[in-house]
């Protein structure tokens, strides 16, 4: 079992910069697959970034390409997402999410991820 912890959420004036961080328990960590995906008020819950297990493949979603990274740290159990330039549009609950495979084939698709962390707010004001 994989518990997954966010913190790095508030408030942030459009064009500033944040940076969330995901904690995880247990000994598999630097074996799984990460991803970070976001729900906006009234709307459904969607990919945002994803890791492989080495931190050697990433992937973005279009809207946030550019602008934000995710990377991990296997030795501290932790992935992070640094979010450049946020743009009101990026206001959300961002949530970590955690796939046993090393390498998720679709990692867009939130039945590839096995754990899934409570979330963390980012509002970002224009």
């Known amino acids: 079992q994989v518990q997954l912890v966010e913190s790095g959420g508030g408030l942030v004036q459009a064009g500033g910069s944040l940076r969330l961080s995901c904690a995880a328990s247990?000994?598999?960590?630097?074996?799984?697959?990460m991803g970070w995906f976001r729900q906006a008020p009234g709307k459904e819950r969607e990919f945002v970034a994803a890791?492989?297990?080495?931190?050697?493949?990433?992937y973005y979603a279009d809207s946030v390409k550019g602008r934000f990274t995710i990377s991990r740290d296997n030795a501290k159990n932790t992935v992070y997402l640094q979010m450049n330039n946020v743009k009101p549009e990026d206001t959300a609950v961002y949530s970590c999410?955690?796939?046993?495979?090393?390498?998720?084939?679709?990692?867009?698709?939130?039945?590839?991820?096995?754990?899934w962390g409570q979330g963390t707010q980012v509002t970002v004001s224009s």
């Open positions: 890791i492989n297990w080495r931190g050697s493949t990433t």
């Open positions: 999410a955690a796939s046993r495979a090393n390498t998720v084939g679709l990692p867009g698709i939130q039945s590839m991820y096995d754990y």
């Open positions: 247990g000994r598999t960590f630097s074996s799984y697959s």
